[in-house]
């Protein structure tokens, strides 16, 4: 335990290896910034040690660290020539957060803290300002009672709202001393009431009580619901910062500000950023007034009337604009810097990698390594492929009307339509019930992540473009309005009001984050155009990826989209849902009430050529690629009516009568259909099923072929196997109907067999199985299922607390759980290829598209993985990430 306080400029940081699991983002970042020479205020780095020893310990700080932070801070009284708690030139610091990635908002923080009674008084005859010392002292009661005390923050924003009014004023900065005066009094005597105990005098105390804080809100229930999210680990905790205050709330000469090196909702390389005169870094971050533009250019585009920082502080925005060069060469990627700018010197409190939208993101990429500054393989590494998707999103159809109601910023891009909910939890509640809702805010904060989540879109009255809402959609990839000021929420009312408009709960907008338009009702969308830079990132990412990518899909359509998004072929072709056409549901049920041969036969008949063109238009877009058509799979239980009404419509095309197909259909019943007279075993019992489809296939094949087709090469699965035996069978039963078919016709047809491994047993036996496979495709939802025996359609009822209990890190049929049923797939691909050195692997469950499982079949050999279309660019980013990892 060598590393449990660190001052910034401490000259062991260099050395430490991934700094930043110890010091946390932040504080690692500020340590660089001091070393680049960069204006950084001077501090200390409690690191996550200390957390670790923090939550064993009983959550209490270990007298060791106690007295590190003694000896730190009079290092910090040093260099700043203050003292803390001192009656003559006191110094103030900033309690700060820092975990190794940055969770923007969703942990605590302490600024000013070090101000009391006294001090306070010191602090006004040493700057001359007293307004600036007491406006300071208000603040840290606000903050400090709301994180360590745990007093509601609207408690104290009450009595300054109720200040203002009594004022006649608009603003806080409107507010005089003596109001502040009267307004600290009147907080202290809230913390009394409140917590039975004055407001904490001592420095000391304050410093302790903020530093637990911090630790514990690691543990609150943001941060979990955040982490869960993101998929950060709990054992990572975080670091907390202590750092002397600087001050951009003493006067016109000071200000606060939020930038950007490039716009974070487009890419576009420019400063992109806002900035407040006379306030400190909350309120930016708050929302409570309105902030300026930092660039000149940036106030024209938005029309702006006000004053940009360029012009307000010239000489001050061209240091910053220096420092901001400088730091994105040195990080090689865009920077999202909090600063402040105290008696015009600029000071940096922060810098970390931004927060950007996944366009964005691509095209910072793609323009980085234009710019000689990355290169093609960091750029491939540096998109998180989950993003991918949001660029999917669809956009707004213009051409059709719009009643629009009001305009917003455009926070974060993409279009959603859903009922208008003014909680989290209505959001929460509704997506349970599968309904789509715009999540209505005055401004967001931490406690809505659930909701904003849950919610399809975000719409908020006040705050900017780097407000909590803005940020924390951008990065879930939701669209956002923020800063809508003409609409009034009134949350008791449950509705808000724009001009005369008045919207109520459960009434639909549409809300377009793309340009900030706020509409009523449901506007019709359109799917996105892919951008070049999309373009050049998945040419980028086929260069380097080795695995192949396939998609699961059964219509023209879904194999159209993704081969469009580079798919190389269907790994999976699901039959049933061919059955489920209008037109032929009646088949199929005549299909499976009927009880003999000829029964059967004359219903598949009808089925036949349905199934035939079914397989022709896939072949025909999927030409040249390999096409993997699995037999049928799921229970005949299905199909059948549950409708009087569609028992009395198969009852009158079968010559039944309704008791007769009741009867069967009772008969069909399972008690665990997914263990039951489903997969292969259906085509055990009813092999004319099987025949038919495989002559549809077979046909389609040749029929392609007489149309000069590039031919496709076919591979017929034969699904949920358990014995080499069942394989041998129907594999038999395939090769015999493509004799039938060639002799017909006269003509050869190429086409491989092979089988899912769906079952444990399946993976165990995989040696004797690959003597009749020529490929085998992990059909991972169903082996999650079997390895686990976990119902794949009922886990969702319990998944939770295991999830809470920490029995699973990430729901496995999301996330291959790699000890387990990835162990299967290793020892199924051992001992296939014993016996088959050729045999073909694949993967085509859910797990096919999601990066983690994809690195894991790629390390583990597997040729191709299969997904969902809308699924392919991300596994293609995914795939060539695992290849470049290793
Ligand atoms: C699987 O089980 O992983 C699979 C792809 O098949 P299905 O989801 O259709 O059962
Ligand atoms: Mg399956």
């Known amino acids: 335990m060598s590393n449990l306080v660190l001052s910034f400029n401490n000259k062991k940081i260099k050395k430490i290896k991934n700094p930043e699991y110890i010091l946390g983002g932040k504080g690692t970042n500020l340590a660089r910034m001091g070393n680049l020479g960069l204006p950084v205020p001077p501090g200390f780095i409690i690191s996550t040690e200390v957390c670790e020893l923090f939550y064993k310990n009983k959550k209490k700080l270990p007298k060791q660290v106690l007295k590190n932070i003694y000896l730190e801070l009079k290092d910090i009284e040093k260099l700043t020539s203050k003292k803390f708690g001192s009656l003559k030139n006191p110094l103030l610091v900033s309690v700060r957060s820092g975990a190794r990635v940055s969770m923007p908002g969703m942990m605590d923080t302490v600024l000013n803290l070090g101000l009391n009674d006294q001090t306070v008084k010191a602090l006004t005859k040493k700057t001359l300002n007293g307004r600036f010392a007491k406006d300071s002292y208000r603040r840290f009661i606000q903050m400090y009672s709301n994180v360590v005390l745990n007093i509601e923050g609207y408690l104290f924003e009450e009595m300054i709202d109720n200040q203002k009014l009594n004022k006649g004023v608009l603003l806080d900065t409107e507010l005089e001393e003596t109001d502040w005066d009267e307004l600290i009094q009147r907080f202290k005597e809230l913390v009394k009431r409140q917590t039975k105990k004055n407001f904490p005098q001592s420095v000391q105390e304050q410093l302790n009580g903020a530093i637990r804080a911090v630790f514990l809100s690691w543990d609150s229930q943001r941060a979990k619901t955040y982490r869960k999210l993101n998929q950060i680990p709990d054992y990572w905790g975080t670091a907390v910062n202590v750092q002397s205050m600087v001050f951009g709330n003493m006067g016109k000469d000071c200000l606060t500000g939020v930038v950007f090196t490039r716009n974070p909702s487009t890419g576009e390389n420019v400063f992109f950023g806002e900035y407040l005169i006379d306030a400190q870094g909350e309120d930016v971050v708050a929302g409570t007034r309105t902030p300026q533009h930092i660039t000149k250019k940036a106030k024209i585009v938005a029309g702006s009337k006000e004053k940009s920082m360029e012009e307000t502080m010239p000489k001050v925005f061209q240091d910053l604009k220096k420092t901001l060069l400088k730091l994105e060469k040195y990080y090689k990627d865009m920077q999202d810097v909090e600063f402040t700018v105290e008696n015009k010197k600029l000071w940096i409190l922060q810098t970390r990698s931004g927060k950007r939208t996944a366009h964005a993101g691509i095209k910072i990429a793609v323009d980085m390594v234009a710019e000689k500054l990355i290169s093609k393989k960091k750029a491939i590494l540096r998109i998180d492929p989950n993003t991918l998707g949001t660029l999917l999103h669809p956009s707004l159809n213009r051409k059709v009307e719009r ?484």
């Open 403 to 886: 009643k629009i109601i009001t305009k917003g910023l455009p926070a974060s891009p993409g279009a959603a339509s859903g009922k208008v909910v003014f909680t989290a939890e209505e959001a929460e509640r509704l997506n349970d019930m599968m309904q789509n809702t715009i999540l209505v805010r005055v401004e967001t904060s931490p406690e809505d992540i659930h909701g904003m989540h849950a919610a399809k879109g975000v719409l908020t009255a006040r705050g900017g473009m780097t407000s909590h809402a803005a940020v924390v959609a951008r990065g879930m990839g939701r669209p956002c309005v923020s800063g809508s000021t003409e609409i009034i929420i009134d949350y008791n009312l449950k509705q808000f009001k724009s001009g005369k408009i008045i919207v109520k709960e459960g009434d639909i907008i549409t809300i377009d984050g793309t340009n900030g338009e706020v509409i009523l009702g449901t506007v019709p969308t359109i799917q996105p155009k892919m951008s070049s830079y999309f373009s050049t990132i998945m040419k980028w990412a086929n260069e380097f990826k080795k695995l192949k990518v396939r998609t699961n899909a059964e219509t023209e359509k879904d194999s159209k989209v993704a081969r469009d998004f580079g798919a190389e072929g269907i790994g999976l072709c699901r039959t049933e849902h061919m059955f489920f056409d209008q037109e032929r549901i009646l088949s199929v049920r005549e299909m499976i009430l009927s009880k003999s041969i000829e029964g059967r036969n004359n219903a598949l008949a009808k089925l036949l050529p349905h199934q035939k063109n079914d397989f022709k238009s896939i072949f025909k877009v999927m030409k040249g690629l390999p096409v993997t058509i699995r037999l049928l799979d799921p229970p005949l239980h299905e199909f059948l009516p549950k409708t009087d009404r569609e028992i009395e419509e198969v009852a009158r095309s079968t010559n039944l009568d309704s008791k007769e197909v009741k009867d069967r259909i009772e008969e069909l019943h399972e008690q665990n259909p997914m263990l039951g007279h489903r997969g292969c075993r259906l085509g055990i019992s009813f092999p004319e099923i099987y025949e038919m489809q495989c002559e549809a296939i077979f046909e389609a094949l040749i029929e392609c072929k007489k149309e000069k087709i590039k031919p496709v090469i076919a591979e017929i699965m034969i699904p949920l196997i358990s014995t080499d035996t069942e394989l041998k069978i129907l594999r038999i039963l395939v090769d015999r109907i493509a004799n039938k078919i060639q002799k017909k016709y006269k003509t050869k047809i190429d086409y491989i067999v092979g089988t899912m491994i769906e079952l444990p047993r399946a993976a165990l036996q995989a040696k004797k199985i690959s003597k009749y496979a020529d490929f085998f495709s992990f059909g991972t939802n169903d082996l999650t299922q079997t390895t686990f025996g976990i119902s794949r359609d009922d886990s969702g009822k319990f998944l939770n607390d295991y999830l809470n209990n920490k029995i699973f890190e990430i729901d496995p049929f999301v996330s291959l759980d790699q000890n387990g049923v990835g162990e299967l797939i290793e020892i199924a691909s051992t001992r296939g290829r014993q016996f088959n050195k050729k045999i073909k692997l694949g993967i085509c469950g859910e797990h096919g598209g999601d990066p983690r499982s994809i690195e894991f079949c790629s390390k583990t050999g597997l040729h191709y993985v299969s997904c969902s279309p809308f699924r392919v660019p991300v596994a293609i980013l995914a795939a060539a990430q695992s290849e470049l990892k290793k």
